[in-house]
């Protein structure tokens, strides 16, 4: 389902690229690069000093925490990342945190290319830069010069017992009252649960950093699985049962409603945003930050237990479907059947034939405007482009041959996207491809165009999302099971 409100990710990353000080180093958050042999690695770094005024409280513990929880937060409601967070435990030892370290694991969990290094870094550059004002201003947070940071860990913060009979060895935890940054946090022994308790009008300016996050949720099993910006995550119901407590306990009888983790910031209920290693909640002042694994994985490993479950209902939605196609179909009547596919799929805004199947077309035989997820190949931004998923205008071949599809079938796609004013290029091929077809597609998807490429499995994979497509082309291709 498509949030009427969704937001464009192509718009959200040129709009906070273009901002004067985008590319600028922003305290305390750093996007830092290591090279390997395998490429370069993007990871980010929370880092607060002593000498800059901030220390009290179980070291620094609080502002690496709630800095870091709430940096990933914004990234990954803005659609740059959705990030592990990892801990390094300070020389005081657990539960003081010395800092915290990012691994973007969605959209790139692999080394990148020199490539898209330069693209990448200025994207998470950009929207760090957008998460670092949003926090200033909703936690009240200036130079020691401008105002002189105070904090106390002598008083217990008068909402904490309220929660003992929840947080086990509660007493042992951490906890600090502050102002510059403004707030009444804890952390318990394992750093596994972190509450902030923030300033009245701190939720208003969050609901402007968060209001990019426009989520799709459904409660399937015991997970919330959540889709946002191209991202999946997954969030353990327990999860939100826990928070859901800790906040109504916390902030009593203003605490907002849950109404799913479908939430948005604007609707000033109970706010979910899960990040790979945990997950995010916001009340009406209370900020929770769950170590919980949400990320992809767990994404994945839940899709995989919901096919092993619904195995007796798969024949309901083809999932067993297999299919037997013309040994030489119609040219015409095969590409009638891709455009039909074509425009079923998700994100495609319109698809236009450019003439007969067989004319004489400069190599094009369909344009698409399309919201198109990555193509093959690790490198797939366009020059000037700071998102793989955006809206493309795509020229689309389609190629019958009564063997594979060579190289010398396809015509120089580069000369073909540029002559007709495109951003990417997309083949269809039956019965199949060469490699060396492959190979070069793949080889030009790594300079900078989006490319892809389908055959029979992946219009197959279509077919069964969209059975009454193949009622119309028995001549082309029929089910068989």
């Known amino acids: ?24 180093f922003h305290f305390p958050f750093s996007v830092l690069t290591e090279l390997g042999e395998s490429g370069a690695l993007l990871y980010g770094l929370v880092r607060i000093e002593s000498y800059y005024g901030w220390d009290g409280g179980g070291g620094r513990t609080d502002l ?10 914004s990234l990954r409601a803005s659609g740059a990342a959705s990030s592990e967070v990892w801990i390094d435990v300070g020389w005081a030892g657990s539960p003081e945190i010395n800092n915290r370290f990012f691994f973007f694991k969605q959209p790139f969990s692999s080394a990148l290319s020199e490539s898209e290094l330069g693209i990448q870094r200025a994207r998470l550059m950009a929207h760090t830069a957008w998460a670092a004002h949003g926090l200033l201003e909703a936690f009240q947070f200036t130079s020691p010069s401008n105002k002189r940071p105070t904090w106390t860990d002598k008083r217990k913060p008068n909402w904490l017992d309220r929660l003992n009979d929840l947080i086990p060895k509660l007493d042992d935890g951490i906890w600090i009252s502050r102002r510059n940054p403004n707030w009444e946090y804890y ?10 308790r923030l300033s009245k009008n701190a939720r208003l300016e969050l609901n402007h950093l968060f209001g990019l996050y426009r989520p799709t949720a459904q409660l399937i099993g015991s997970n919330f699985i959540v889709a946002a910006n191209g991202l999946r995550n997954l969030i353990p119901k327990t999860s939100v049962d826990f928070a859901i407590d800790i906040i109504r306990r916390v902030e009593g009888r203003s605490a907002p409603k849950w109404t799913g983790a479908g939430a948005c910031a604007d609707e000033n209920s109970i706010l979910s945003i899960p990040l790979e290693s945990h997950c995010i909640f916001l009340g009406r002042r209370t900020m929770i930050g769950l170590a919980v694994p949400c990320g992809l994985e767990e994404f994945d490993a839940a899709r995989a237990a919901w096919a092993t479950r619904n195995a007796a209902e798969n024949a309901l939605f083809n999932i067993g479907k297999t299919y037997r196609w013309a040994e030489k179909p119609n040219p015409s009547r095969f590409e009638e059947l891709v455009h039909a596919i074509l425009e079923d799929e998700p994100g495609l805004q319109w698809v236009r034939a450019t003439g007969p199947t067989n004319e004489r ?58 002559r007709h ?10 019965p199949g491809w060469s490699n060396d077809l492959f190979n070069y597609l793949e080889g030009l998807a790594e300079k900078g165009p989006w490319v892809n490429l389908w055959g029979p499995s992946q219009l197959e994979e279509r077919l069964r999302r969209r059975p009454h497509v193949c009622k119309r082309f028995p001549d082309v291709v029929q089910e068989t099971g």
Not at 64 to 73: C, E, N, P, Q, S
Not at 421 to 430: E, I, M, P, T
């Open 1 to 24: 389902m498509t949030r009427p409100n969704e937001v464009d990710q192509d718009l959200v990353d040129r709009f906070l690229a273009s901002q004067p000080c985008a590319q600028d």
């Open 64 to 73: 690496h925490d709630i800095f870091g929880l709430t940096w990933a937060a």
């Open 187 to 196: 952390v318990d022994p394992t750093n596994a649960v972190s509450i902030a």
């Open 361 to 418: 077309d400069q190599g094009r035989d369909m344009v698409v405007v399309w919201l198109t997820p990555p193509g093959i190949g690790p490198h797939v931004l366009g020059k000037g482009d700071v998102a793989p998923a955006r809206t493309r205008r795509i020229v689309v071949q389609v190629k019958s041959r009564g063997k594979s599809v060579g190289k010398t079938d396809v015509r120089d796609v580069r000369d073909t996207i540029e």
């Open 421 to 430: 004013g495109a951003d990417g290029f997309l083949l269809v091929a039956f």
